[in-house]
């Protein structure tokens, strides 16, 4: 294994004048890439004191400019610390004193903003015009130093951060087993860099040899994805499903060109799959699954091009280095078929949470059983293994709620719904009625302009025990979006409990 650092410049050394990054006419190759990265490296030792082990938050929109940043801090041997420039700015402050960051690559119009603050704060330098050699960049990064902090929400209202490794990443994206990536490739970068999707995007690119192509630093609509895809030459695209089934609705032809989308992040749509396989029989389909903790992926499944998927897409089996068990609460492998908790293991793990001990100690356990390898993520999602070693995702175990005495697990419902012809995309919840009591509701995306209600009822009533059939069905024209790309469950409308027509 080794560092993302020793990954680029080898590549760099490799093929100095191939494009690196693109974003519109913008061209970079990587020597040039390897100069402005050098540059950025050299100035935050030099104009802020950034050693080896400090952190470095980086503001800063999709561009160029970014991926020099990010690179440039790793050259420093210090660590990232992604914050979105729209994020509020409570939330900034919190993010920043908790990281206890040394210094802020943003833009030139927030360097007073963050210096006010009291931080160090500097924007990108101005690329520089790289020499005949490769420059030394100074500090010697190790596969184990920290690369990076990824925040994320936790369960108190605290943000929390995974402490990802070099290691880490460079697993992810080196001679990967769930996706094909070489010098031929364009990769599109459209995750907001504090979302974790965007580790694979940007390094998944640079440590293959292939091209980064930036999409521009706003949101992309369904509309615009299929244009920007074709003109660009992308080959290997990631969505999360939220995305990926808007895209399909609106505009299936979008993916014709892609050798391969990814998509993931939730469950993802089988009718949706379907379409995209007869609309373009040519674009393979990875699901991939993964939490922060394990660095993006830790399960993929390649779709087959003539594969049965019957109700649900498996998750797969584990990528490159990873082990991956479904345990039960006596904390030891389950047999094949048994439903049980998903730890995952090997060289994907990160180091734990960042100054939380007791949440690390709980969540990143040493297994007892023989064959185990080190330390592994209890991901709270539950799974079982089929017999021939494809992993099938259950939902969330902490994700249930409990209703009239019994356990229900969105996604299988959810599951459901998506898979009745009259519906596009679903979620389901529990919202109290007008008298006060507490009621399963299915939010549902219709094909067509009417909804009837009591066909779908009758179809998850076939499917589903009574318990988990919705007392109310609403019909919205799309579901709400987080800025991540993923479903906002929170954000969903509440019903009119006074309409009668949401109950037949």
């Known amino acids: 294994m080794t560092s993302v650092v020793a990954a680029f410049r080898r590549r760099a050394a490799e093929a100095p004048d191939t494009v690196a990054v693109s974003a519109g006419e913008d061209r970079l190759t990587y020597a040039e890439l390897d100069c402005w990265a050098g540059r950025v490296a050299r ?4 104009d802020a004191g950034v050693e080896a082990g400090d952190r470095v938050a980086v503001c800063l929109e999709r561009s160029p400019g970014l991926v020099a940043a990010l690179l440039g801090v790793l050259g420093a041997g210090a660590a990232f610390v992604p914050v979105g420039p729209e994020d509020p700015a409570a939330r900034v402050a919190e993010v920043l004193e908790d990281a206890e960051v040394r210094a802020v690559l943003c833009e030139p119009d927030d360097v007073e903003r963050f210096a006010s603050a009291g931080l160090p704060a500097l924007p990108v330098p101005v690329r520089p015009v790289p020499g005949p050699e490769l420059p030394d960049w100074g500090a010697a990064v190790r596969p184990e130093d920290l690369a990076s902090l990824m925040y994320t929400s936790g369960s108190t209202g605290r943000p929390k951060a995974v402490m990802v490794e070099h290691r880490n990443i460079t697993n992810l994206v080196s001679g990967p087993n769930y996706v094909e990536l070489g010098p031929g490739d364009r990769v599109l970068q459209l995750a907001p860099v504090a979302f974790d999707a965007a580790t694979f995007e940007i390094w998944g690119a640079l440590l293959n040899g292939a091209r980064l192509v930036v999409a521009p630093p706003r949101q992309i609509e369904a509309e615009e994805l299929g244009p920007l895809l074709r003109h660009e030459g992308v080959t290997v695209l990631w969505l999360t499903a939220a995305l990926f089934h808007r895209q399909i609705d609106v505009d299936v032809k979008a993916f ?9 992040g939730d469950v993802l749509s089988v009718p949706h799959i379907l379409r995209l396989r007869e609309a373009v029989p040519g674009c393979a389909v990875v699901n991939g699954y993964g939490p922060t903790e394990t660095t993006t992926f830790a399960v993929c499944h390649r779709i087959g091009a003539r594969e049965d998927l019957g109700n649900a897409v498996p998750i797969g089996t584990p990528l490159q280095n990873v082990d991956v068990r479904v345990v039960g609460e006596a904390g030891l492998p389950l047999p094949d078929g048994t439903a049980g908790e998903l730890w995952i293991g090997g060289a994907g793990v990160s180091r734990g949470y960042w100054r939380r001990p007791e949440l690390t100690e709980k969540a990143f356990v040493t297994a007892a059983w023989p064959g185990a390898t080190g330390r592994y993520y209890r991901s709270g999602d539950l799974a079982r293994r089929r017999p021939d070693g ?3 995702f259950l939902g969330r175990d902490d994700g249930q709620f409990k209703l009239r ?5 969105p996604g299988e419902l959810e599951s459901v719904l998506t898979g009745h012809p009259q ?10 009625n007008h008298l006060g009591d507490r009621r399963l509701v299915a939010w549902v995306v219709p094909e067509a302009e009417a909804l009837d209600r009591r066909a779908l009822r009758a179809y ?4 589903l025990p009574e318990h988990m059939i919705p007392a109310a069905f609403v019909a919205l024209p799309e579901l709400p979006i987080t800025s991540n790309g993923k479903a906002d469950r929170k954000a969903l409308p509440a019903p009119d409990w006074t309409s009668k027509s949401i109950y037949v």
């Open 390 to 392: 494809v992993i099938e």
């Open 460 to 463: 998850v009533r076939g499917l």
């Open 256 to 264: 014709d060109g892609l050798r391969t989308v990814l998509a993931g």
């Open 423 to 432: 519906v596009r995309s679903a979620a389901v919840g529990v919202r109290e």
């Open 43 to 46: 100035e935050l030792a030099k």
């Open 405 to 409: 005495g019994f356990r229900i697990e």
